[in-house]
């Protein structure tokens, strides 16, 4: 019996696509089984002394521990945290390097850089969330406010520096967001990273800052900042003294930073669903979770990496339209 050619075609097409997919499907499992056999680069979005450096170095000896690999932490700081994202998007798809950067880089820096090398949405898989933390308002102790109110009120009248982690970052669309609702004469003063623009604020060269409550917590204990207010609905356990920004009768100022970790896409489904199952028992341990709570930041994870991408795609949104809205520019 003779075959057409065209009838061959196609079994043949056939054929592969269904060798491909019994490969994807017994490999994937093997993949997993084998991952990891040698060390992990968890890149980092920012430089030290901000929340997402303290949050990797806890989270980080926990996750080698249960994957029975060393976490190699690296720092990629600059251009707001897309710098690592950057990286990372453009490394491997193995499993052997990750990405822990907050939401700035993700769902912001798209909206406030003019062209990103990177798409954030497809370049990147996401695994899960591994902590959220509130912004924080503080002011060099020279300055006479003591409080929201106050802080505005000598807004009306003179000009008040206050600093952020970089340009197109959340602590710089909350401070536009912070312009917007008190119409007070606050200028912004952008940094490469949490801890140069929190040490210039110490300094006094800043007159205030507003960063993720890692980056200053310390620094409000100590007295070396005053806090001003909590950007956000409640108090927090962590410094239950500085009142929120909704109390003090500022019912719009809330922004709530949140970290994660992805991985570079087209990474094996079978290693992302291991590197989760990591995060998740990691973030449940007491150790854990007492040592994030010291740096200010609440262990949280999602139910899946499917949760994390539909939650990236709601925030993508929603920091997008304030972004278009306050006219803030990373570039």
């Not at 065209?6 to 084998?34: E, I, T």
């Not at 109110?149 to 970089?166: F, H, N, P, R, Y």
């Not at 949280?300 to 709601?314: G, V």
């Given at each position: 019996?003779?075959?057409?050619?065209?009838?061959?075609?196609?079994?043949?097409?056939?054929?592969?696509?269904?060798?491909?997919?019994?490969?994807?499907?017994?490999?994937?499992?093997?993949?997993?089984?084998?991952?990891?056999?040698?060390?992990?680069?968890?890149?980092?979005?920012?430089?030290?002394?901000?929340?997402?450096?303290?949050?990797?170095?806890?989270?980080?000896?926990?996750?080698?521990?249960?994957?029975?690999?060393?976490?190699?932490?690296?720092?990629?700081?600059?251009?707001?945290?897309?710098?690592?994202?950057?990286?990372?998007?453009?490394?491997?798809?193995?499993?052997?390097?990750?990405?822990?950067?907050?939401?700035?880089?993700?769902?912001?820096?798209?909206?406030?850089?003019?062209?990103?090398?990177?798409?954030?949405?497809?370049?990147?898989?996401?695994?899960?969330?591994?902590?959220?933390?509130?912004?924080?308002?503080?002011?060099?102790?020279?300055?006479?406010?003591?409080?929201?109110?106050?802080?505005?009120?000598?807004?009306?009248?003179?000009?008040?520096?206050?600093?952020?982690?970089?340009?197109?970052?959340?602590?710089?669309l909350s401070i536009e967001l912070f312009k917007q609702i008190s119409k007070g004469r606050f200028v912004h003063v952008p940094y490469k990273g949490a801890g140069p623009a929190v040490t210039d604020?110490?300094?006094?060269?800043?007159?205030?800052?507003?960063?993720?409550?890692?980056?200053?917590?310390?620094?409000?204990?100590?007295?070396?900042?005053?806090?001003?207010?909590?950007?956000?609905?409640?108090?927090?356990?962590?410094?239950?003294?500085?009142?929120?920004?909704v109390e003090q009768g500022f019912p719009t100022l809330i922004a709530v930073n949140w970290l994660g970790i992805w991985a570079p896409a087209k990474t094996p489904r079978a290693i992302i669903d291991?590197?989760?199952?990591?995060?998740?028992?990691?973030?449940?341990?007491?150790?854990?979770?007492?040592?994030?709570?010291?740096?200010?930041?609440?262990?949280?994870?999602?139910?899946?990496?499917?949760?994390?991408?539909?939650?990236?795609?709601?925030?993508?949104?929603?920091?997008?339209?304030?972004?278009?809205?306050?006219?803030?520019?990373?570039?």
């Open positions: 019996m003779s075959i057409e050619p065209g009838q061959l075609a196609r079994r043949m097409f056939r054929f592969a696509v269904g060798l491909a997919c019994a490969l994807v499907l017994g490999v994937g499992p093997a993949v997993a089984q084998d991952y990891p056999n040698k060390p992990i680069r968890l890149v980092l979005g920012y430089p030290p002394g901000g929340s997402t450096d303290a949050t990797g170095r806890v989270i980080g000896p926990r996750l080698g521990e249960i994957l029975g690999a060393q976490i190699v932490i690296e720092n990629k700081g600059g251009a707001g945290g897309t710098i690592a994202s950057e990286y990372v998007a453009r490394a491997a798809p193995d499993g052997y390097t990750l990405l822990l950067n907050t939401s700035s880089p993700l769902v912001i820096a798209p909206h406030t850089y003019q062209k990103l090398p990177h798409d954030t949405l497809k370049d990147l898989a996401p695994i899960t969330t591994v902590g959220v933390t509130p912004e924080a308002l503080c002011v060099h102790p020279s300055v006479p406010a003591k409080n929201l109110k106050e802080l505005v009120q000598l807004a009306q009248t003179q000009d008040v520096t206050i600093s952020s982690s970089g340009n197109g970052t959340l602590p710089h604020t110490v300094a006094g060269h800043v007159r205030g800052v507003l960063m993720d409550l890692p980056a200053v917590i310390s620094f409000i204990k100590d007295g070396k900042l005053r806090g001003i207010a909590l950007t956000a609905n409640q108090r927090t356990d962590f410094l239950p003294d500085l009142p929120s920004s291991k590197v989760f199952a990591a995060l998740v028992k990691a973030e449940s341990s007491p150790e854990v979770k007492e040592r994030l709570a010291r740096v200010g930041v609440a262990a949280s994870t999602m139910a899946s990496p499917d949760a994390f991408q539909k939650f990236i795609a709601e925030e993508f949104q929603k920091w997008g339209k304030i972004a278009k809205q306050s006219g803030a520019r990373a570039d």
